[in-house]
Every structure is written in structure tokens, then in C-alpha cells.
């Protein structure tokens, strides 16, 4: 292997750690843990995997100079680790605003849609990312429209939920269009990650 | 950390001019350790200090402690010969001795130095060695050509393999890859990777993309002195020398 | 005149100029060659095998007998000059080029200085030299060896070592320090010792060595001048027991030349028959040495 090859395994390494986390978030949200600490302590864990990666990217640029496909795959990682690392930011988020109303026994039907479709989205996208670059780029292309409805999904659940929540002032309304919106954000930046995989090829 | 090589207050002169000043070094075991500098920073003559070659050079004087592996290196109790079995050297120009066949230039260390008792212990070595250079299979079936049938990537690689016949335990290497074409040079990059685990290698080069690739600590060698001297990540993204800095960024040297 | 036609004129010229050349040297070489083939040849024949083993037949008869004596002294003479002249020759080299220590260095350089000057005396000088020193040591030696005399073997011998050794210390020299830095580092780094190192380098230079080694021998077979007072040449084989070394030889060269200068017809064509055995060794030599570098 060529020592740059080493060091990219490592970022790879790294990255499949962060999917990881994202992971465990993400069946913990499907299971209706609300609780923030939880989601807190893994966004730091993530922080901790994001920033370790923006060091080793620095270092693999610094010493090996890489070209083509190399800093394409450099740059995929680097820009994915930040994507991975918002998802539990934003997974903290719907958590903290659920977490306010669910005493008070709110349908938050919205909400539990968007964690469906979201939450599909996110685990087809580390699937996706685990498998790069051994993937073909047709099985990508279907994965990628199989996305994209998953995330036209999420939109029209945020506009029903913006619709709802304009009429009435209801704080279950509320919450549920708050964390709407933010899995909204899981879902882009998601879609973003198939999306970046795809150009590579 | 467990240091293979120990410099203390090297200075070395040669014909009254005064080459290395004071150069401080630890070298830790089974790693990549580079030196890079400016032509003239005093690298090759640091390295030729490392097994006594400098001794063939006409008005020399040392001073100061170099220990390999426990053995103090430049004492007058040893015997330079001892020094230079502990320590294999790799130089920019391959050198294998050109009407001598592949074969018996890998066994001219052991021959030369009675390592070996019978022939089947000898062809082990050699097959041995030159597996670990990765010419073996380029050269199984021609051992018995000459040397100089080989390109110029191979005949670097055999003398690897010839040094590495010795079981050395620190390897120099002095530019090995400046005469080489890129491809052959990215070969011994990887082989040079490989090594460490059975080897410490110091490498010499003004290739400092060379250093940054290869090697796991760098020295930054200016004039004589040893300028900083640090993990190769650590240099190569924040040095804390201007001087560093400036001939990793190629403005100078 | 158009320059094309110039240019080709000129070129044209320089061609006839250059195989005129060629053709004048080439003359010489073919006609010495001939001279000496067509005379001795049909002499070897005459009396062959028996021209390699019998003495000069009387002068003046009709025989011509042999130059067997000349024969066994040159090459008795060559044997033993090589045989302490080559190591001689080649440790001094090895000395004054793998020198490191300063009074090693200055002692090469002196070796260098004088060996080189050595290659330019003329060698009839050195034979009266080593005549002179040898008559001049005689009463000592004569007290531990009885039969010694300044004209023998041993003083040809001495002669032809101080002729041709300095040669094959230059040769040998320079070819070792033509031999790159980093060659004489990579073999000392492999643990050589200053011995095993030079003998390491002299493998290296095979081929140099093999050249000096044949050019030594065809110069002193062919050696005339430094022979003359001191093998002094004789007619007769030389004792074959312990006062071998002490007694004067013949040899081919001192064959041709007294035998030549004699006016006796049938010495006379002694004379070129071992002209003709001294070219047929000296080629032999020559196509000996292309082979054995060829095989390098």
C-alpha cells in the first residue's frame, strides 16, 4: 500500500466511527428516547470523531499532496464527517423540543412521520457511505431516487406541519413543527451525503 | 521512548571546516526517522558519522558521543568494523558490484563477515532478503545473472536486500530514490514503509515531500544544526520554526 | 561554386586524406608482420619440432639447430619476474589507493612519484644499474651463496621486475582510484575490513588487472636492453640444479639480437626464427587477453 493509502484507511476508520454513533442516535430516536442528555453526550462524542478527521485531513493534505481521485475521496470524507456530525446536533434538538411536550401527551403525529422517512434516509445514506466505493454507481441511482422521496416526504410533512401550527397556537403544534423543521435539516444533509458519493463517480 | 540511536553534542570538522555543530538526536526504534535539509546542511556527513564511513575521508575529527543500540560508536575500544555490522547503508547512486552475480552481491555481507556456516543457510538469507526488498520474484529465476543486467529501480532494490542480508539493526539511507524515475522511486517508498518493522530507518533526503510522505518523525537540518525535530504530521502542519517553515513551503533551499 | 558542391568536395578530401592515413599505418604493421612470418617460418619448419629444443648448431655449418636454451630462458626469466613482480606490484597499489592515515597517504604519494618516474627510464639504463648494484654486493653474497655471479638469471630477473612492475602499479592504481567513492563506502559498510575491502575492489576491477597482467607479460618477454647486462644472454642451456638462479640465460630477445648481428648465415636465420616465435607469443597474448575480457 502506498503510505498515503495508510493514511486514508485511518480517515476511513474514523468516519465509519462517526457513522456509527449516528447510527445508534438514530435507532434510539426510532425507539421514542427523548432524553437530551443521552443526545447530548453522543453530539460530543461526534464532535470529538469531526474534529479528530478536520486534523487527519489537514495532515494527509500537508503530507501527501494528494491529486484526483485521492483528494475527491479526501474531500468526500471531510465534508461527510460535518453532515454526520449535524445530524446529532439536530438529533439533540428534536429530542429537547419533544422532550418539553411529551408530559403533556401531544399526538405529534408530524413528527413521528418525519422521524420514519428521516431516520430511512439517514440509515440508507451511512449504508451507502460504508459501502463506497465498491457500490455501483447504477444501484446508487436507484438509492438516490428512493431518497429523494424519502425527502419529498419529510418537505410535505414540514409544510403540513408549518400549516397546521400557522392556524392554531397549540404547543403541541409547536414542538411538533420545531422538530419537524429539524429533521427536515437530518434529511438534507443526508440526501447531501448520497449526493456527493454519486459525483464522485 | 526506547531510542535505538543516541547523538549527544556531535561535532564533526572535516579539513578544518566545521560540518555538524552540536547536533542532539534520539532516534526511537522501528520507525522512519528523516532528516531533511538545504544542500550542505551537514545530513550526509550526520549519517556517514552514523557507521564510521567517515572515517575513509582525509582530516576528520569528532567530537562528542553517538550510541547505537548500547554501543558506543566512536570509543576507541570499538572496532569499527563491529559498528558498521549493526548499521546497513543504502546510497543514491545504486552500487551493486556490476560483474558480480545478484546472488553473491546479497551474500558478500555474510560472506564477508562468516555469518553463515553451509550453503542452504546462505541461500535462505539471501531469499530472505531479498523477499523483504520485494525483488525476489523479479529475480528468482536469474539469481545467477550479473548485477549490472538489472534497471536501475532493481539494482537499488538489490542493495537493500544486500544490506538487509546483515540483519542490521538501524538502516541509513542517503537520497536512495534522487537517480530513480518516479515509478521505481514510489516502489521504495512503499518497501522503505515496510521496513520499519523489522529495522529503524533514517533517512536522508532534500525531498522534503519525500520525508513527509514516508517517514513517521522528520529533523529539519540547517547548517550544521538540527532545527526542530518533531512527529512528521505535527512538523509538516504546524512547525515551529520560521526556518522550517519556509523550506517545507519551498522558499528557500 | 555552389556551397553544396564545396561542402561535398571538402568532405570527399577529408575521406581520401583519412584512409591514406589509415592505409600508411596499416602498411607497416602488415609488412613487419610479413617480414618476420615469411623469413622465420620457413626456418621453423626446417628444423621442427627440434628448433625448440637444440642448441645453436655450430657457426657456419649448414644446420641450423635450435634456440631451445633462449627459449627456456625467457621463459624462466618471465616466470619468476611475474611471479614476484605481479603481487609486489599490486599491494603497492593497493596500498598507495586505499590509503587513509596521513603517513600512509604521504608514503603512496612518494610510491607514485618515484614508480611513475620508473616508467620513463630507459631500460638499458636499469640493466646497467642493476648490473652495477649486483657486482658491487657480489663479495657479500658470494660469502653466503659460492656460485654467484652479477651476469645470471637472478639479475634479469631483478631487472625485468624493475622494468615492468612500475607499469602494472600505475595501471593497477589508477584503476582503483577510478572506482567511485560510494563503491569503496558500500563495501567498507557492510563490515569489510581494509583487507577484505581491497580485495573486494580488486574483484571489481577484474578486467584492468587482467589487461595490466597481459601487457606486463608481453613487455617482458619482449624486453631487450635491461637483459644485456644481466641475464647477458648465453647459448647454452643452464644448469638445471641449485646454480640455476646464479648463471647467465638466454632469451629470445638477446637471441635475435646477438644471433642476428653474427655474420654466420645459419645464425642468422636463428635469428629470425625467434623473431618469428617472439611475434607468434606477443599476438597469442594479445588474442588471450581480448578473449578473457570478452569474458567478463
Not at chain 2, 536469474?142 to 538489490?158: E, V
Not at chain 2, 537540518?221 to 538540527?226: H, R, S
Not at chain 3, 613487455?219 to 646464479?246: K, Q
Request: a positive charge.
Amino acid at each position: 500500500m502506498r503510505p498515503i493509502d495508510i493514511a486514508m484507511e485511518s480517515v476511513k476508520k474514523k468516519l465509519s466511527e462517526l457513522s456509527d454513533i449516528v447510527a445508534e442516535i438514530s435507532i434510539n430516536l426510532v425507539n421514542k428516547n427523548w432524553e437530551p442528555d443521552y443526545y447530548r453526550f453522543k453530539a460530543e462524542e461526534a464532535l470529538k470523531l469531526r474534529d479528530e478527521i478536520r486534523k487527519m485531513t489537514t495532515e494527509v493534505i500537508a503530507r501527501f499532496q494528494p491529486t484526483a481521485s485521492d483528494l475527491s475521496n479526501l474531500m468526500l470524507f471531510y465534508e461527510t464527517s460535518y453532515g454526520l456530525y449535524r445530524f446529532s446536533r439536530y438529533a439533540l434538538d428534536v429530542a429537547r423540543s419533544i422532550s418539553i411536550v411529551s408530559p403533556q401527551g401531544c399526538s405529534l403525529e408530524n413528527s413521528w412521520r418525519a422521524i420514519q422517512s428521516a431516520i430511512t434516509l439517514v440509515k440508507l445514506s451511512i449504508r451507502i457511505l460504508s459501502a463506497y466505493p465498491t457500490i455501483e454507481s447504477t444501484s446508487l441511482a436507484d438509492a438516490l431516487s428512493y431518497a429523494e422521496s424519502l425527502e419529498k416526504d419529510v418537505d410535505d410533512t414540514l409544510s403540513t406541519s408549518l400549516k397546521k401550527a400557522s392556524t392554531v397556537a397549540d404547543p403541541c403544534l409547536t414542538s411538533d413543527l420545531l422538530s419537524v423543521v429539524f429533521l427536515e435539516r437530518i434529511a438534507d444533509h443526508s440526501i447531501y451525503i448520497i449526493r456527493s458519493i454519486l459525483s464522485n463517480y | 521512548m526506547d531510542s535505538v540511536v543516541q547523538i549527544r553534542d556531535l561535532w564533526v570538522s572535516i579539513g578544518g571546516r566545521s560540518i555538524l555543530r552540536g547536533v542532539n538526536l534520539e532516534i526511537p526504534r522501528n520507525v522512519v526517522f528523516a532528516i531533511m535539509g538545504p544542500s550542505g546542511s551537514g545530513k550526509s556527513t550526520l549519517l556517514r558519522s552514523l557507521n564510521r564511513i567517515l572515517d575513509l575521508y582525509e582530516g576528520v575529527s569528532v567530537k562528542g558521543q553517538i550510541l547505537i543500540d548500547g554501543v558506543d560508536v566512536y570509543n576507541s575500544k570499538t572496532d569499527p568494523s563491529e559498528v558498521r555490522r549493526l548499521v546497513g547503508m543504502v546510497f543514491q547512486i545504486p552500487n551493486p558490484i556490476p560483474n558480480m552475480s545478484i546472488y553473491d552481491n546479497v551474500a558478500l555481507g555474510p560472506r564477508i563477515n562468516k555469518l553463515v556456516r553451509s550453503r542452504w543457510e546462505l541461500d535462505n538469507l539471501v531469499k530472505r532478503a531479498l523477499e523483504k526488498a520485494y525483488l525476489w520474484d523479479e529475480v528468482k529465476d536469474r539469481l545467477h545473472l550479473p548485477a549490472s543486467k538489472l534497471s536501475g529501480g532493481q539494482q537499488q532494490r538489490l542493495c537493500i536486500a544486500r544490506a538487509l542480508a546483515m540483519k542490521p539493526k538501524v538502516l541509513l539511507m542517503d537520497e536512495p530514490t534522487s537517480n530513480l524515475d518516479p515509478v521505481a522511486s514510489a516502489k521504495i517508498e512503499e518497501l522503505i514503509v515496510e521496513l520499519k518493522r523489522d529495522v529503524t530507518v533514517v533517512l536522508v533526503t532534500h525531498n522534503s515531500f519525500q520525508a513527509s510522505r514516508v517517514s513517521d518523525y522528520v529533523a529539519f537540518m540547517y547548517d550544521g544544526q538540527i532545527l526542530e525535530v518533531g512527529l512528521t504530521g505535527q512538523i509538516f502542519t504546524r512547525p515551529k520554526n520560521k526556518l522550517t517553515e519556509k523550506y517545507i513551503t519551498g522558499r528557500f533551499g | 561554386m555552389k556551397p553544396l558542391m564545396l561542402r561535398k568536395i571538402r568532405s570527399l578530401t577529408m575521406l581520401a586524406l583519412i584512409s591514406t592515413a589509415f592505409a600508411l599505418t596499416l602498411l607497416p604493421v602488415l609488412s613487419l608482420i610479413g617480414t618476420v612470418v615469411y623469413n622465420g617460418m620457413s626456418v621453423v619448419f626446417r628444423n621442427f619440432p627440434g628448433i625448440f629444443f637444440d642448441i645453436p648448431a655450430a657457426p657456419g655449418s649448414s644446420e641450423v639447430g635450435g634456440i631451445g636454451p633462449h627459449l627456456l630462458g625467457t621463459m624462466l626469466l618471465v616466470a619468476l619476474a611475474m611471479a614476484i613482480g605481479t603481487p609486489i606490484s599490486i599491494l603497492a597499489a593497493v596500498f598507495t589507493a586505499e590509503a587513509i592515515k596521513s603517513w600512509e597517504r604521504n608514503l603512496g604519494r612518494l610510491t607514485r612519484l618515484l614508480t611513475h618516474m620508473m616508467i620513463e627510464f630507459p631500460t638499458i639504463v636499469v640493466g646497467l644499474a642493476v648490473y652495477g648494484l649486483m657486482t658491487t654486493l657480489a663479495p657479500y653474497i658470494r660469502a653466503l651463496i659460492p656460485g654467484f655471479r652479477p651476469f645470471s638469471l637472478l639479475s634479469g630477473v631483478i631487472a625485468l621486475i624493475m622494468v615492468s612492475a612500475p607499469y602494472m602499479y600505475a595501471q593497477v592504481e589508477d584503476g582503483l582510484k577510478s572506482i567511485p567513492q560510494h563503491i569503496r563506502e558500500a563495501v567498507y559498510s557492510l563490515g569489510a575490513g581494509r583487507v577484505l575491502t581491497s580485495y573486494v575492489l580488486l574483484r571489481y576491477l577484474k578486467s584492468t588487472v587482467y589487461a595490466a597482467i597481459s601487457i606486463s607479460l608481453a613487455r617482458m618477454i619482449s624486453e631487450t636492453a635491461a637483459l644485456f647486462f644481466t641475464a647477458f644472454g648465453s647459448n647454452v642451456y643452464p644448469p638445471l640444479d641449485s646454480n640455476l638462479l646464479f648463471r647467465p640465460v638466454g632469451s629470445l630477445t638477446l637471441a635475435v639480437y646477438t644471433l642476428g648481428l653474427s655474420g654466420y648465415e645459419n645464425w642468422v636465420e636463428l635469428s629470425w626464427a625467434a623473431s618469428f616465435i617472439l611475434l607468434m607469443l606477443c599476438l597469442a597474448l594479445f588474442a588471450l587477453s581480448k578473449v578473457v575480457i570478452r569474458g567478463e
